[in-house]
């Protein structure tokens, strides 16, 4: 192998690692989004704040 090939399969690995990386980015917010997650309220936070 040449060095050529080394540095186009090192280029290729980083690459997939991205794609890789941003596939599972997206899944996780469009996720989020679907699921819809609310903050619950919290009713007596008035004795607490001074």
Do not use: H
């Not at 596939?23 to 679907?34: N, P, Q, S």
């Amino acid at each position: 192998m040449s060095m050529l090939d080394d540095e186009s399969t090192n280029n290729g690995l980083s690459t997939t690692r991205i794609e890789a990386f941003s596939d599972g980015v997206f899944a996780i917010v469009i996720t989020l989004l679907i699921l819809e997650i609310k903050v619950p309220e919290i009713p007596a936070l008035s004795y607490i704040v001074c």
